[in-house]
């Protein structure tokens, strides 16, 4: 049975030797755990869990290379608990229901709890979480999930009843440069038996560029020491150059189908709203970086002009639209050029939102008088039969009047007085403030008068 456990363990080495260096330098123990210091410092949750053996399902919610599966294992060791790893991209439910059962096995030969760990568990199906949740509502597991996705989105409601939500963070620059020297010295499993070291400015580089992602930049380094030759001192010093090719591309947080979207596109409306182009055409640009449907922003981009500008600049939404149209006919790269310009031109316009609210107040209102008549005068009266009823009687055709309009109620008497719009002395808008109270007090002075008849 020993030699068994060599062979077995000489197996499992050369497996890690040909790992990823991501994989390779993951850290063992708390100690080695670099960031998320919110979670793990003293009388933080998780040292709270670790130190004091308090079981609790567990959800790590966090962005890509923060830590997560690195701390669910510690988590599993550190608690002398059994773990069960799964992804959730291969599992379903017969590797759920095989996982339970291994569960109960260790719990009745060693006493020893269980945590199931479900890598993305974002990506099981209702009926995949439906099968976990009564194994852990009675104990038989303890749920240790990792998602990049929010799991009030993806986590079906009775699950995450159950556990509690730890939420990591980006790592930070500090943490990314002590992940990075201690690779580059890790004789070990690290890069150090190829000494190495990188210019400041390469450093500064990759870490700007991996976004608060660990396995990013430990990926783009690995390739660059391996790929330079070393100097005449036998150390290999990875420039800037060498840097800008190992990582490829830059890494642009942008999840399209995730809470991302959604902050990313609230960040660029808000933007706009507030007047400031800078933050407009830099959230506009992280959209286009990450994948986003330019068509999709350009529709975006007409919703805010209608909300947000509305007739304080009637001109925004015909600049927004031409975006619109301009991006059809040009494509990418060349239509985004477009869709810039209308987001520059929508934050500088004057804003108003009176006719959105305008026109929320009006449905609000519809939903609930949809039996209120409309009054005679403005019916349509295509028979003479309707006419004798009182169809269009006493209509005032406001082109026969000099100033174009006449004083008239238009308002089904139950909603006479009623009032949606009030414009915005901003702009365009505000031209016609005086015109409208003008009319408006008229009419009140008409509905006034048929009051005073009528008692």
């Avoid at 130190?51 to 060791?77: D, M, N, Q, V, Y």
């Avoid at 993806?154 to 990591?168: D, F, G, H, K, W």
């Avoid at 201690?182 to 990759?206: F, H, I, V």
């Avoid at 304080?312 to 301009?326: G, M, R, Y």
């Amino acid at each position: 049975m020993d030699q068994l456990n060599i062979f077995e363990q000489k197996s499992q080495d050369d497996i890690l030797g040909f790992a990823p260096l991501a994989e390779r330098v993951r850290p063992q123990t708390l100690d080695g755990f670099i960031g998320q210091a919110h979670l793990l410092g003293p009388g933080k949750i998780l040292d709270r869990i670790i130190r004091h053996r308090r079981f609790h399902s567990l959800i790590l919610w966090g962005p890509p290379g923060c830590g997560k599966t690195t701390l669910a294992k510690i988590i599993a060791s550190q608690t002398e608990t059994h773990l069960v790893y799964l992804s959730a991209v291969m599992a379903g439910a017969k590797e759920i229901r095989a996982a339970v059962q291994e569960a109960r096995e260790t719990l009745a030969r060693t006493k020893a709890r269980t945590w199931l760990f479900i890598d993305e568990i974002h990506r099981l199906n209702k009926a995949q979480q439906d099968t976990l949740l009564p194994h852990v509502e009675n104990g038989t597991i303890l749920l240790l999930g990792a998602t990049t996705e929010n799991p009030s989105f993806e986590i079906i409601r009775p699950l995450l009843s159950r556990a509690q939500v730890a939420v990591l963070e980006p790592l930070e620059e500090v943490h990314l440069r002590q992940i990075v020297a201690r690779t580059l010295s890790d004789t070990q499993k690290g890069l150090g038996k190829y000494p190495a070291r990188l210019a400041p400015d390469a450093e500064d580089y990759l870490i700007a560029a991996s976004g608060g992602d660990a396995r990013i930049i430990l990926n783009a380094i690995e390739m660059a020491v391996l790929t330079t030759a070393p100097g005449e001192d036998g150390i290999r010093l990875v420039d800037i150059e060498t840097a800008k090719e190992a990582l490829l591309r830059k890494s642009v947080h942008y999840d399209k189908a995730g809470e991302e979207h959604f902050n990313i596109i609230s960040a660029l409306h808000k933007s706009v709203r507030g007047s400031d182009p800078d933050a407009a055409l830099y959230w506009l640009a992280r959209m286009l970086e990450g994948g986003e449907d330019p068509l999709y922003l350009a529709r975006r981009i007409i919703r805010m002009a209608s909300e947000d500008i509305g007739l304080a600049d009637p001109l925004a939404l015909t600049q927004a639209v031409d975006a619109f149209q301009a991006y059809h006919f040009l494509g990418s790269p060349e239509g985004e050029l477009a869709l810039a310009q209308a987001v520059v031109y929508l934050c500088l316009a004057p804003k108003s939102n009176s006719v959105y609210t305008a026109f929320g107040k009006a449905r609000d209102i519809a939903k609930n008088s949809g039996d209120a008549r409309v009054p005679l005068h403005i019916r349509n009266a295509p028979t003479g039969f309707m006419k004798k009823l009182g169809y269009g009687r006493q209509y005032k055709y406001p082109h026969d009047h000099e100033e174009g309009w006449v004083p008239e109620v238009y308002m089904p008497e139950a909603l006479t007085g009623e009032r949606f719009y009030d414009p915005q002395p901003r702009g365009w808008e505000g031209r016609w403030l005086e015109l409208l109270e003008t009319r408006r007090q008229k009419v009140r002075e008409i509905i006034e008068s048929e009051d005073g008849a009528n008692k």
